[in-house]
C-alpha cells in the first residue's frame, strides 16, 4: 500500500472541511469569535470532533515508521512553575507574556478523549416529587389580626447582570476556535505532529502527558456515525480502515 499517497489524499479531503468551519462561524486567521448560537455551536462542534479523530489516525500512521530515542528529563528550571496546560512559566509570565500567548497557535491534542466510565450505563433521574409545605392558612382580610402578623408577598431577588447576558441562546465559543486554529495548524505540518507523537511514545508511561499506553481509544473513533450526514463521517471511515490496515507489531 502506497502509504504517503493514502495520508495526502485524507488531508487534501480534510482541508475543505476545516476550511468550511472557518467559513461558518466567521473565524478569521489571528481572530476569534467570542460567542455562538448553541444550534451553530453544536453544529460546528459535531463536524469538528469528527475531523479531529479523523487527523489523529493520520498522524498515527504517519509515525509508524518513525524511531525517537528519549530523551532524559530535564531538571526544573529555578523560579518557574507548571500551568493548568502543563508548560512551565514564570510566576510573573501572565502579565508580561500574554499577548505572545494569545498570537501562539495551540498545539493540537493528538490522543482521543477517554471514554467515561459509565458509558452505556442508563442513567435514570429521580422523579421530582412534590415538596412538602406546612399548612398553614393566613387569613389577610381578618381586621383582628395585625398588620405585620399578616402573610407578606416575598420580593424577588435581583436578577444579577452577568446571569442575564447568559440567557440570550449563545455559548462561549473561545475554546472551540482554539481547537479550529490548532486542527488547521495541524493539517499544515503533518510530519512535525507525526515527530510529536513518535516522542510521546518514546518515553514511559509515568513520563508521558497525558499518562496513556496508546493515543487512539479502543472502538469507534470519537464523531463515528454509521450512518454519513456530512462529507467529514467518510472521510473518518476511510482513515479509520487506514489506521486499521497498519501491520500489527509481533508480539510473540
Known amino acids: 500500500m502506497d502509504w504517503d ?88 509570565s501572565g502579565k508580561d507574556n500574554g499577548q505572545a500567548r494569545k498570537t501562539r497557535r495551540p498545539s493540537f491534542k493528538f490522543c482521543d478523549p477517554q471514554k467515561r466510565s459509565d458509558a452505556g450505563k442508563v442513567r435514570r433521574r429521580r422523579p421530582k416529587g412534590r415538596k412538602a409545605e406546612p399548612r398553614i392558612t393566613i387569613i389577610d382580610y381578618d381586621p383582628r389580626i395585625p398588620w405585620f402578623l399578616r402573610g407578606q408577598a416575598p420580593v424577588a431577588p435581583p436578577v444579577p447582570q452577568q446571569a442575564a447576558t447568559l440567557k440570550d441562546g449563545t455559548v462561549n465559543a473561545k475554546r472551540l476556535c482554539r481547537r479550529i486554529f490548532a486542527l488547521m495548524g495541524a493539517l499544515e505540518d503533518m510530519p512535525r505532529q507525526a515527530r510529536r507523537l513518535a516522542a510521546w511514545l518514546a518515553k514511559p508511561i509515568e513520563d508521558r502527558r497525558p499518562r496513556l499506553e496508546r493515543p487512539l481509544r479502543f472502538g ?33
Open 5 to 92: 499517497y493514502s495520508i495526502e489524499r485524507n488531508r487534501g479531503e480534510l482541508l475543505p472541511v476545516v476550511l468550511g468551519l472557518f467559513a461558518m462561524i466567521g473565524l478569521t486567521e489571528g481572530g476569534m469569535v467570542e460567542r455562538l448560537s448553541r444550534p451553530l455551536y453544536r453544529k460546528a462542534l459535531r463536524i469538528l470532533r469528527s475531523a479531529e479523530a479523523a487527523v489523529r489516525r493520520l498522524i498515527v500512521v504517519m509515525a509508524r515508521d518513525i524511531k525517537v530515542e528519549p530523551s532524559p528529563n530535564r531538571p526544573r528550571p529555578a523560579g518557574l512553575v507548571r500551568s493548568r496546560n502543563g508548560r512551565f512559566q514564570g510566576k510573573d
Open 220 to 252: 469507534w473513533p470519537p464523531g463515528w456515525r454509521v450512518k454519513s450526514t456530512h462529507e467529514v463521517d467518510d472521510i473518518l471511515k476511510g482513515c479509520n480502515w487506514l489506521y486499521r490496515s497498519l501491520p500489527q507489531p509481533d508480539t510473540s
